[in-house]
C-alpha cells in the first residue's frame, strides 16, 4: 500500500511540475518521452555547429558525491513551499524523508542502527522526482553562453566560441558558481571525477580528473 500511494503522490507531482515548467527543459531523467539519447543529440549538435563556425567547443562532465544520500531536505521542502504547496501533500512528503533508519548486513552479522539524517530514500520512485526538483536549480547560475543538459544529477556543461580565452572565462564562472551554489545546497562535486573533452575540427582531446588540464579550472 505504501508504495503504491508513492506512486500515486509521484505522479501528481510529475503532473505539476511539468505543467508549470518547474523541471527544466534541458533535464532528461525519467521524464516523458525523453532519455539520455536527448542529451547525446544536443551535444553533438554543439559539437557540428562549432565544427561549421571553426570554434573550439569545451564540454565538461560532472559528477556529484553520494547525490541521493546528500540531498538536503530542508530544502526539497522549502523548493515545495515556493512552488505554493500547501496542506497535506507537504506533510505526508515531510513524513516519508524523516526518521528513516538503517544498518548494514555482512553475512549473518548485522551492524548498529543508525539514523538517516540527510537524503531521499533509496529505491522510491517518489525519491527521483524530489530529487530531480531540488538538483534543477544548479542550471541557473550557469552564465547565458553555457550550454546544459542533465540527466537527474548527470550534468553536462560546453562552451563555443574562436576565442580559447574566452572559453576559458565562461567555463570557469560557471564552475565557480556551481561550486558556491553546491556548497549552499549540501551537495559535493567530485572533481577528482569530472571528465573534459575538447573539440576542434581535425583534433579532439580529453582528459578526466582534473576539471581541465590546459586551463585548470579550479573551484
Known sequence: MCKLLEKIVNAR?????EENGSTSPFQSGFRKSRCTMGNLILLEGAIRTAFLRRHHLVSIFFDIEKAYDGAWRYGILKDLFDLDFRGNLPTFIQEFLK????????????SNVYCQEEGVPQGSVLSVTLFILKFNAILSVLPSSIQKSLYV?????????????????QLQTAVNN??????????????????????????????PGTLYSRYTFKP
Open 153 to 169: 544529477d548527470d550534468l553536462q556543461i560546453s562552451c563555443s566560441s574562436r576565442d580559447m580565452r574566452f572559453v576559458e572565462r
Open 178 to 207: 556551481m561550486v558556491t551554489w553546491s556548497k549552499s545546497q549540501w551537495f559535493h562535486i567530485l572533481h577528482t571525477e569530472n571528465f573534459w573533452c575538447s573539440f576542434l575540427q581535425g583534433i579532439i582531446t580529453s582528459r
Open 13 to 17: 507531482l510529475t503532473y505539476i511540475f
Open 99 to 110: 526518521q528513516r533508519y538503517f544498518r548494514v548486513r555482512l553475512g549473518n552479522t548485522y
